[in-house]
């Protein structure tokens, strides 16, 4: 099992693959000799183009520029947003930079098709708010929108945990990711694990699991437990 993850010496950033430890996946080379993969045209200029991005843009492109340049790179034209309603002004600003920088924008919120959320068999009482009507998130859909407008490259734009896999699994473009939902730590994930020493020891490593009121449903009756 690969744990690079673990590994203390990351040769693999110098080419000394004589030097790996012992469970290094680079000593099989079935698993790590992807050379072959990349004779396919588009997944090398992917390749390359990311490589160049990255070393022209190195600590001096947000993000946001990023992903323009690739987009550019790429020869992509038409780029769709694939967002959450909650960040729905930030959509509309990256829309705006986007149109503003010559790209061809097409955009589907989470919640297009307004499916109510008892057809997953959701109960009321395990709404976000219950007591009325709430959709259900639906990637799926955004994902046939994006691709009803034949996106060239698409971005996940604050999606829920599982609902950003369902997009890219039903995306026909590639997918970038480019703000990754933490509705906590104000989308920035990374966040829990640099305070996962202190403030988020116990959420992350002493609990396992989540540190907040979860309800459970009786019949019509909900009851909200501290955990």
């Given amino acids: 099992m690969a744990e690079c993850a673990e590994c203390k010496v990351y040769v693999c ?135 009803r407008d034949e996106t060239d490259f698409n971005i996940v734009f604050g999606l829920c945990v599982g609902h950003d896999s369902l997009f890219i699994m039903h995306s026909k473009a590639p997918v970038t990711c480019l703000v990754a939902k933490d509705r906590v730590l104000a989308h920035n994930p990374i966040g829990a694990l640099y305070g996962s020493n202190g403030y988020f020891r116990e959420a992350l490593f002493e609990t396992h699991k989540p540190t907040r009121a979860r309800t459970h449903c009786l019949g019509d009756v909900s009851i909200h437990v501290d955990l």
């Fill in 13 to 147: 950033r110098l080419g000394h693959m004589e030097a790996s430890p012992k469970n290094c996946p680079m000593r099989d080379g079935d698993l790590t000799d992807t050379r072959e993969s990349f004779s396919d045209p588009t997944l090398r200029r992917m390749a390359r183009e990311s490589a160049l991005v990255e070393a022209e843009g190195y600590l001096h492109w947000t993000r946001v520029e990023e992903t323009m340049e690739f987009a550019r790179r790429m020869g992509y034209e038409k780029l769709g947003i694939a967002f959450c309603v909650g960040l729905r002004e930030e959509a509309k600003l990256l829309s705006n930079v986007l149109k503003a920088n010559g790209f061809v924008v097409s955009s589907a919120a989470c919640k297009t098709g307004s499916i109510p959320k008892e057809e997953l068999d959701i109960a009321d009482c395990q709404k976000v708010h219950p007591g009325g009507f709430e959709a259900m998130c639906n990637p799926v859909g955004q994902a046939k929108v994006l691709n």
